[in-house]
């Protein structure tokens, strides 16, 4: 096995490895990029996280300075959020579900070095991956270790270090971080009716089936949903409103 693939597999590797190394280097090079990219330039961000990240979603917003080990163990959901001073060291799988807001100051860290220091100082480590769920918040100066998993709707106070799993709906707080409060799941977001959904006929076109009937009566075909469309970001010179951002509406 290469050293890369011990790495993946979460056995002890080699972090001097060439292959590890040029990884890093071609990371920390977009990172600079990145991080020196003028505040309004949206469209640049971008470009520069869709080269350096493995997957990212919809409405993603990284404040600089922004710092990562590799870049291509990591995953955003849709409308992520990070304050400035975010640190991934993503040795292993770093994701995050949709709706996630981090405050400044924060770092996710995969990376374990051995107890054993003749270990240690040979240059051996191993990572263990981090997941965050959906709808979670997490305060400022939070650290999150190797190993972790976050479930959903859950606020990290600020300050916390998270050492073991947080289960979905609560807040927990401290170091270690710990459970303080249990919270209500999160209602699912109600259907629309069949009346508001279904576009009203043209003219000289037969109605929509009622509820409770049949659609081929009618010769009726039920609407299909738009198609999901990727968030373009562009640069703006005097950005209004929108909490400086640019408008997104088209």
Not at 29 to 49: H, M, P, S, T, W
Not at 78 to 107: K, W
Not at 133 to 149: A, K, P, Y
Not at 187 to 215: D, N
Request: proline letters at 7%; a neutral charge.
């Amino acid at each position: 096995m290469t050293e890369k693939e011990k790495q993946q597999a979460g056995e002890l590797y080699n972090a001097d490895d060439r292959e590890l190394f040029n990884d890093r280097i071609k990371a920390k090079k977009l990172c600079g990029e990145y991080n020196a990219v003028e505040c309004n330039d949206f469209q640049k961000r971008e470009r520069i996280l869709d080269r350096l990240l493995a997957l990212k979603g919809q409405k993603t917003v990284i404040e600089p300075d922004f710092f990562c080990d590799y870049g291509y163990n990591i995953i955003l959901g849709d409308n992520f959020y990070a304050n400035h001073n975010l640190v991934i060291l993503d040795c292993a799988e770093v994701a995050f579900g949709d709706n996630v807001f981090i405050g400044p100051n924060c770092g996710f860290y995969t990376a374990e070095h051995p107890i054993d220091a003749n270990l240690r100082n040979q240059g051996l480590e191993s990572a263990k991956p981090i997941s965050v769920g959906s709808n979670v918040w997490i305060g400022g100066n939070v650290c999150v270790l190797g190993g972790v998993t976050i479930g959903d709707n859950v606020v990290i106070g600020a300050g916390s270090v998270v050492t073991e799993n947080i289960p979905s709906n609560c807040v927990a707080v401290g170091n270690p971080c710990r459970i303080v409060k249990k919270l209500e799941p999160l209602a699912a977001a109600p259907a629309q009716s069949s009346a508001e959904s279904s576009p009203a006929p043209a003219p000289g076109q037969p109605k929509a089936a009622a509820p409770g009937r049949s659609s081929v009566q009618n010769n009726a075909v039920a609407p299909q949903p738009a198609p999901r469309k990727r968030v373009e970001l562009t640069k703006v010179d005097a950005p209004i409103n929108h909490g400086g951002f640019p408008d997104r509406r088209k």
